[in-house]
């Protein structure tokens, strides 16, 4: 059974910091990719950045230059560090695991398995 672990989250000013971390375990599948999404209370969950086993990535447009997608392979560990947070960056993230290739890494529709979500509250 795939079980995906959130951690990292918390709660920063404006302009801070924060470093997420999704540690997988129980799969061991040569081809893959895995996200990192986001959800506000009653809006549509959205993507954020994704990292494939090829080391392809992909970013939402509204993290571009300020988040960072990357993988420790050994440790089984998807990571996302967030600089210049902002408050509408507010919201509770969910780490993901998608099997094969999707062609887009920023739609939940190919993830298959999610984590149980991590909050991140950005205040002014």
């Known amino acids: 059974q795939v079980l995906l672990v959130e951690s990292g ?16 375990s129980g799969y061991t599948h040569s081809r893959s990719c895995m996200g990192w999404f986001r959800q506000v209370l009653g809006k549509a969950r959205e993507g ?3 990292i494939c086993s090829d080391s392809r990535t992909q970013y939402a447009d ?22 210049s947070l902002k408050p509408e960056d507010t919201a509770v993230y969910y ?3 998608a099997y094969g290739d ?11 398995v999610w984590g149980q979500g991590t909050q991140v509250t950005v205040s002014s």
């Not at 887009?104 to 298959?112: I, Q």
Request: aromatic share 8%.
């Open 9 to 24: 989250g918390g709660s920063v000013q404006s302009g801070g910091s924060l470093l997420l971390s999704c540690e997988a």
């Open 48 to 50: 954020v950045a994704g």
């Open 62 to 83: 509204s993290v571009k230059g300020r988040f960072t997608i990357s993988q420790d392979k050994a440790k089984n560990t998807l990571y996302l560090q967030m600089n």
């Open 95 to 97: 780490c993901a695991l």
């Open 102 to 112: 999707p062609w887009s890494l920023l739609s939940p529709t190919p993830f298959r």
